[in-house]
Structures are given as C-alpha cells and as structure tokens.
C-alpha cells in the first residue's frame, strides 16, 4: 500500500489548509493514522492521529483547537483541515498510518507517504 499526501501550498498568516492523504493498493482496515511534520532544522513531530473508526483523536498542544483530523474509509483518504496558519507551522507534513492505537511516536507507524511542504508566511 502507499501513502500520497497532497494539499500543501503557501499561505499567508491566519489563513487555511487541507491536506489530504490517500491510501492505494489494499484497504487501511484497523490502522489509524497520523500527521507528522517536520520544520526546516528540527525533528520530525506529531500533529494528529485519528482511530480507524474516527472515533477517537488526538493533537499536539500546539496546534489543538486550530486543525481537526478527518479520514474517509469509503476513499481511504484521511485529511488535516488547518486553520488559523501561523509562521511557526511552516514545515513539511508527512502522513503515517500504523496498527498502535493513537500513537504519537514515529517508531508506531508502518507506513509513510511523501511530505507536502506547507509554507505560511507573515
């Protein structure tokens, strides 16, 4: 199976986003999934994860209240609405999808789609 990730762009400040995330070749069935994201300089950081049912999420501090998670089993695309874009969002955003119930670590996840570079300027 493989990951596409898609949706990133250049944005100005307070400005919006959605990524998308969509799985080819067999179903995702059971895996919950994840964004990640990596600013120029820094270490790869989880953003969100979402259960297989959409049941239950979970954020980073710095961006909860700001971006929700979704996923579309039917499609099997999940997605990363981002409201609200600050400079400090500015980073590479890779999807993930692994069988650990909503993991926040990199080393739980299986499989890894291509980063979209989301660049939002001040």
């Known amino acids: 199976v493989q990951l596409q990730a898609s949706g990133g762009g250049l944005v100005q400040a307070g400005g919006s986003l959605r990524l998308s995330c969509a799985a080819s070749g067999r179903t995702l069935e059971s895996y919950d999934m994840a964004w990640f994201r990596q600013a120029p300089g820094k270490e790869r950081e989880f953003v969100a994860v979402i259960s297989w049912t959409s049941v239950s999420t979970a954020y980073a501090e710095s961006v909860k209240g700001r971006f929700t998670i979704s996923r579309d089993n039917a499609k099997s695309t999940m997605y990363l609405q981002m409201n609200s874009l600050q400079p400090d969002d500015t980073a590479d955003y890779y999807c993930?999808?692994?069988?650990?119930?909503?993991?926040?670590?990199?080393?739980?996840?299986?499989?890894w789609g291509q980063g979209t570079l989301v660049t939002v300027s001040s």
């Open positions: 993930a999808a692994g069988r650990s119930a909503l993991a926040r670590t990199q080393d739980e996840y299986l499989l």
